[in-house]
């Protein structure tokens, strides 16, 4: 059974940074993408990040884009969110997915393992 779980949210002032972990298990036969999607309260869920396979290539939407960075390390079945100079509007549940595709996608349909959530919460 696969299990994907977050750590690493909190409560943070405006400007601070945060790094969000992604742990998964029981997915040993395959490769796949890994990315992040938030849900901010009354909104719909949206991508926030995306990293292929091997590392090589990573997506961001363009309101993180340059304020957060993915990583991942296969070694240990773990992909991090390193999210700088948060703002108020980045307050929300951060959800850990595991995409059926090595490459990365950005659509909610390429996962089919998802984490409960971390909370982030930005506020002065």
């Known amino acids: 059974q696969v299990q994907v779980v977050e750590s690493g949210g909190g409560l943070v002032q405006p400007g601070d940074s945060l790094r969000l972990s992604c742990a998964a298990s029981g997915r040993t036969d395959s490769s796949y993408a890994m990315a992040w999607f938030r849900r901010a309260p009354g909104k719909e869920r949206e991508f926030v990040a995306v990293v292929n396979w091997t590392g090589s290539i990573k997506y961001y939407s363009d309101s993180v884009k340059g304020r957060f960075s993915i990583s991942r390390d296969n070694a240990k079945n773990t992909v991090y969110l390193q999210m700088n100079d948060l703002k108020p509007e980045d307050t929300a549940i951060y959800y850990c997915?595991?995409?059926?595709?090595?490459?990365?996608?950005?659509?909610?349909?390429?996962?089919?393992?998802w984490g409960q959530g971390t909370q982030v919460t930005v506020s002065s």
């Open positions: 997915a595991l995409s059926r595709y090595i490459s990365a996608r950005t659509s909610p349909e390429a996962y089919d393992a």
